[in-house]
């Protein structure tokens, strides 16, 4: 047919689709209010005073019920003690964040805030809102990694496979909701995801009143036209591209073609689509990095490494200033600037690539106020929490590692010292 678009991967959209997608609109409120409220959240970012919680980094309570309150369609519930994921809408939109790169977490031992990044939102803010609606959805069917918020990714649940079981389920009719359709959505592919879908536009919602002590009230849920057409537009190409779905830790190899992968699809539809989210790229930052190592709430030690030493070196600087061994494996865990959890890991543990030998302080892509783990002795799980205080200038001299402040007595590594053990013997 010669009114039908072709694509160079041989992907076609019927005529009815294609006139509804050259026919829509992208502003804050249309064809859903992703803009507006990613708006909201990203204000609420910059006012800091966006508290999240010291273990997870995930909102508060305080800072949920604020952010619902500033929705474009605040959500009802009847939760006494609500977390992030009662919340599905906000927990779809701190997804987005962390995973653009947005936002990050920032603080210490006793109150950590959620910040913006600076230079992404100067690149976000010389986006059209075509060119930020398209950024967000690319993100969330390709970069956001569901671990962010606590969500398990399965292999062979990609996002696009998700969009396109659930919506066929959803009959012309649309779907009633009832509690076992519920339970099913909410074990997979999760209220965030419907969540979203219904903030991009793809969805409508209607919204129940929620029973006693329950939460988000879904009451039925029709697919819309936009939707179906840009699942059309879409599935074949990401389904048989699901590596691109599979590779989300990579981003950090190639930051600058990390965004853009949908345009050469969606821009026959949408001419506005010219630019793409700019991310910086991760580079060494030279330094002497002051961390605050802490074991429980009593017990710290305030160390300086000098940017170029690895990892395995920084990890015989903590447990000497605890006077632990060094004879068990271990793990420092940490964020990246994306939101992706990643490990670097003893170097006898080659296996499970990067290891510590070969990967050095300057190189860790967490900011000062930002924190790590170094899990040591996976039988007695010590579990240090690495906080990262300031970097400072490197100046001649000092580039060994010391030893600054010493509070409380660290606690005995062994349930019996080497003389007990070896009157035992």
């Given at each position: 047919m010669s009114n039908v678009i072709a694509f160079p991967n041989k992907f076609s959209v019927s005529p009815e689709y294609q006139k509804i997608l050259s026919h829509q609109v992208i502003d804050e409120k249309n064809p859903g209010t992703i803009l507006y409220d990613f708006e909201?959240?990203?204000?609420?970012?910059?006012s800091g005073e966006c508290d999240v919680t010291l273990k997870t980094g995930f909102l508060t309570t305080k800072s949920l019920s604020i952010l619902n309150e500033n929705m474009s369609l605040p959500l009802k519930s009847d939760l006494k003690r609500p977390t992030q994921n009662s919340f599905p809408h906000i927990d779809g939109l701190y997804l987005l964040a962390r995973a653009t790169g947005m936002v990050y977490i920032q603080g210490a031992d006793t109150k950590k805030i959620m910040v913006l990044n600076e230079?992404?939102?100067k690149s976000w803010l010389e986006l059209n809102p075509t060119e930020q609606y398209f950024t967000l959805l690319e993100t969330f069917l390709l970069k956001a990694d569901p671990e962010i918020i606590g969500e398990h990714a399965r292999l062979l649940d990609s996002p696009i496979r998700n969009w396109a079981r659930f919506f066929h389920e959803i009959p012309d009719r649309?779907?009633?909701?009832?509690q076992r359709q519920k339970d099913h959505i909410a074990y997979g592919p999760g209220l965030y995801f419907i969540a979203l879908l219904?903030?991009?536009?793809f969805i409508a919602v209607t919204h129940g009143i929620p029973k006693k002590g329950k939460g988000w009230c879904i009451s039925r849920v029709n697919r819309t036209p936009f939707g179906d057409a840009m699942l059309e537009l879409l599935s074949d190409f990401l389904i048989r591209s699901e590596e691109l779905w599979l590779d989300i830790a990579d981003e950090e190899s190639d930051p600058e073609n990390s965004?853009?992968?949908?345009?050469?699809l969606v821009q026959p539809f949408f001419l506005k689509w010219q630019k793409n989210l700019e991310l910086p790229v991760h580079e060494f930052q030279e330094g002497m990095y002051v961390f605050k190592?802490?074991?429980g709430k009593n017990v710290s030690r305030r160390i300086a490494i000098p940017s170029d030493l690895t990892l395995d070196l920084?990890?015989?600087e903590i447990l000497d200033a605890f006077d632990f061994d060094s004879d068990h494996l271990y793990s420092f865990i940490f964020r990246n600037r994306l939101g992706v959890l990643m490990e670097v890991n003893h170097p006898y543990m080659d296996d499970n690539p990067p290891c510590a030998d070969e990967f050095l302080v300057g190189d860790l892509p967490i900011q000062p106020g930002e924190s790590m783990v170094f899990l040591y002795d996976f039988g007695d799980h010590w579990e240090f929490n690495v906080n990262l205080e300031k970097i400072d200038l490197l100046k001649s001299g000092k580039k060994r590692p010391m030893l600054l402040e010493s509070v409380g007595k660290a606690p005995q590594q062994y349930e019996y010292s080497d003389e007990e053990w070896d009157e035992e013997e």
């Open positions: 909201v959240f990203l204000n609420f970012a910059a230079s992404v939102r649309g779907l009633k909701i009832g219904e903030l991009f536009g965004l853009g992968e949908l345009q050469p190592v802490s074991l920084m990890s015989e």
